[in-house]
C-alpha cells in the first residue's frame, strides 16, 4: 500500500522561505512523477511543481511559481517543496501527489493523473 506523507508546512511572515518534504511509502519500482498541489478553501486545487525520479527535469505551473518554489528529489521516494519569498497568496494547504509513470509522460499538473496523494501539509503566511 503507498502512502504518501507531507512535513514542514507552517505559520511564517510574508518574505521567509519554507522546505516541504514529501515521503513516499511502500512500492515503487523506480520510476514515478511526483508533485505538488495546493489548495485555498472554495477554490480549485492548482498544481505547483513536479519531478520525476530518472530526471533532472522540473516542471512548474507558470513563471511566477518558478521564481520562487524550486522542486527538488534525492531519490524515488522523497520530493522536497522549496518555497522562498512567501507571499500572503501562497496561504493553503499543500498536497503531494505520485503516479507511477514518468512527468514527461503525462499532463503533470493534472490531478487526474496521479494515483497517490497525501493528507496535506498547511501553509500560512502572515503579512
Given at each position: 500500500?503507498?502512502?504518501?506523507?507531507?512535513?514542514?508546512?507552517?505559520?511564517?511572515?510574508?518574505?521567509?522561505?519554507?522546505?516541504?518534504?514529501?515521503?513516499?511509502?511502500?512500492?515503487?519500482?523506480?520510476?514515478?512523477?511526483?508533485?505538488?498541489?495546493?489548495?485555498?478553501?472554495?477554490?480549485?486545487?492548482?498544481?505547483?511543481?513536479?519531478?520525476?525520479?530518472?530526471?533532472?527535469?522540473?516542471?512548474?505551473?507558470?513563471?511566477?511559481?518558478?521564481?520562487?518554489?524550486?522542486?527538488?528529489?534525492?531519490?524515488?521516494?522523497?520530493?522536497?517543496?522549496?518555497?522562498?519569498?512567501?507571499?500572503p497568496e501562497d496561504t493553503a494547504m499543500y498536497y503531494c501527489a505520485a503516479v507511477d509513470k514518468l512527468c514527461a509522460t503525462i499532463s503533470?499538473?493534472?490531478?487526474?493523473?496521479?494515483?497517490?496523494?497525501?493528507?496535506?501539509?498547511?501553509?500560512?503566511?502572515?503579512?
Open positions: 500500500q503507498v502512502r504518501l506523507v507531507e512535513s514542514g508546512g507552517g505559520s511564517v511572515q510574508a518574505g521567509g522561505s519554507l522546505k516541504l518534504s514529501c515521503v513516499h511509502s511502500g512500492y515503487t519500482d523506480g520510476r514515478n512523477c511526483m508533485a505538488w498541489f495546493r489548495q485555498v478553501p472554495g477554490k480549485m486545487r492548482e498544481g505547483v511543481a513536479a519531478m520525476s525520479s530518472t530526471s533532472t527535469w522540473t516542471y512548474y505551473s507558470d513563471s511566477s511559481i518558478k521564481g520562487r518554489f524550486r522542486v527538488s528529489r534525492d531519490s524515488a521516494t522523497t520530493v522536497y517543496l522549496q518555497i522562498s519569498s512567501l507571499r503533470p499538473f493534472d490531478e487526474n493523473q496521479y494515483a497517490y496523494w497525501g493528507q496535506g501539509t498547511q501553509v500560512t503566511v502572515s503579512s
